[in-house]
C-alpha cells in the first residue's frame, strides 16, 4: 500500500482538538484507558484475520437474507461488511460488464455515473432488496421511528464504476472510511455520534445508530470526488445522510457492502489472473435530505452531466450507450431514482 505523506496538523484542527478533550471530564485518563484496551482487541481480531483470511467477511446468498439467524446478523453488525452472493442471474450481470466493457472502447474519455449498465442495475429490484436490507441495519436505539425515515424505501445514488486488468497499478484508493474523514470530529453533529468512544466507553458504541447522523455534515473540506459530500459552501450540494458504500462485483457476481465507517482501501497491485471490476452502488435509505440529493440528481441524469458530488466534466449525451429513463428497469427503481412520488 503506497505511503501518503502527511503535514503537520492545521492550527484550527489542533485548537479543535484541544476543545473536544475539554468537552469529556478526565479524558486523557479514559481514552488512554479505552485505547490500551482497543490494542489488545485489535491484536485478537488480528490474530483472527490471520486465521481465517477472507472468511472473516460474512458471506450470504440473496435469497437467504429474510431467513438470517439473530446470530448471523450479529456478526455482519460486528464485523461492519458483508458479501452477498447471487443477487442477479450470471448471464444478467455478465452482460452489464460486456456492456461496460463496449462503452468504454467506444468512449475512452467517459465520466462513468451514467452507463447503461449502471442506470439497470440500479433499478434491479434485487439490487434495491438487497439496498433495503442493509439499510435496515441502521436503527434507533429506542426502536422508535424517525420522522420522515423510511429505511426500507431504498433511494439510487449514481456513483461510478472501475475495471481493472491484471498487472494494472491503483494508488488512488489507500486506506480510508466514506462519508467524511476528520469531519467524524469537526462537525458537532456528526462528532455526537461517536460520543460513547470520546468518554472512553468504545465498547458501548454502536455504529448503527441512525438518529445523530441524519443531519451530520459529512463534507466541510471542499474537496471534489468526496462522494456523500455536503460543501458548506453550496448548501445547494446536498448529499445523502446515512449509507452503506457498496459495490457490485461484476467479475465475481457478489455485493460487498461495508457500514460507512469501516477503514477500506484498493490493493496497489491487482495479481490475479482476472479482471477486477465493480459497479459502485451504495445503499442509501429515504431522508428528507437523501431525497432532495435524488431529486438533484435527478434533473443531472436527465441532462447526462456528473451528479452533484463529483467534478462537472460535461454531459455524456453525446456518448455512444449513455443510459435513458426508459433503461431504468422496474417501477422500484423509478422511484430510487426519483422519477414517481417520494417514498415516505
Known sequence: MAHLQLGPC??????????????????????????????????TTTEDIARL???????????????????????????????????????????????????????????????????????????????????????????????????????????????????????????????????????????????DILNGNWRKHDPYDAVRRIDA????EGKENQVYGFDSADPSAMAVDIFFSTGYSISNLSRLALIEDV????????????????MYIPAVPYTPHNNAYIMKQKESFLQGTPPADYPQTGSETNFTGTGKPEDIGSSVGRTAMGFTSEAA
Open 10 to 43: 492545521p492550527p484550527r484542527l489542533a485548537s479543535l482538538k484541544e476543545q473536544i478533550a475539554t468537552l469529556y471530564p478526565d479524558f486523557e485518563e479514559h481514552v488512554t484507558r479505552a485505547w490500551d484496551d482497543l490494542l489488545g482487541e485489535l491484536k
Open 53 to 195: 483470511g477472507p472468511d472473516i467477511v460474512p458471506q450470504v446468498e440473496f435469497n437467504d437474507l429474510q431467513k438470517l439467524s439473530q446470530t448471523e446478523i450479529a456478526a455482519i453488525r460486528k464485523r461492519g461488511c458483508v458479501v452477498v452472493r447471487n443477487v442477479v442471474d450470471d448471464s444478467e450481470a455478465l452482460y452489464w460488464k460486456s456492456d461496460l466493457r463496449e462503452h468504454v472502447k467506444a468512449n475512452p474519455d467517459v465520466p462513468g455515473n451514467w452507463t447503461k449498465s449502471q442506470v439497470r442495475a440500479r433499478s434491479h429490484p434485487n439490487v434495491l432488496a438487497a439496498t433495503a436490507w442493509m439499510n435496515n441495519m441502521y436503527h434507533t436505539k429506542s426502536d422508535t421511528k424517525i420522522k420522515d425515515v423510511d429505511l426500507s424505501a431504498p433511494l439510487s445514488y449514481a456513483d461510478r464504476f472501475r475495471m481493472r486488468s491484471p498487472g494494472t497499478q491503483w494508488v488512488v484508493h489507500p486506506p480510508h472510511v466514506d462519508g467524511g474523514a476528520i469531519e467524524r470530529w469537526e462537525d458537532e453533529t456528526y462528532r455526537n455520534c461517536f460520543t
Open 217 to 220: 455534515r459529512k463534507t466541510m
Open 263 to 278: 477503514i477500506h482501501a484498493v490493493e496497489v497491485e491487482h495479481t490475479g489472473e482476472g479482471d477486477s471490476s465493480v
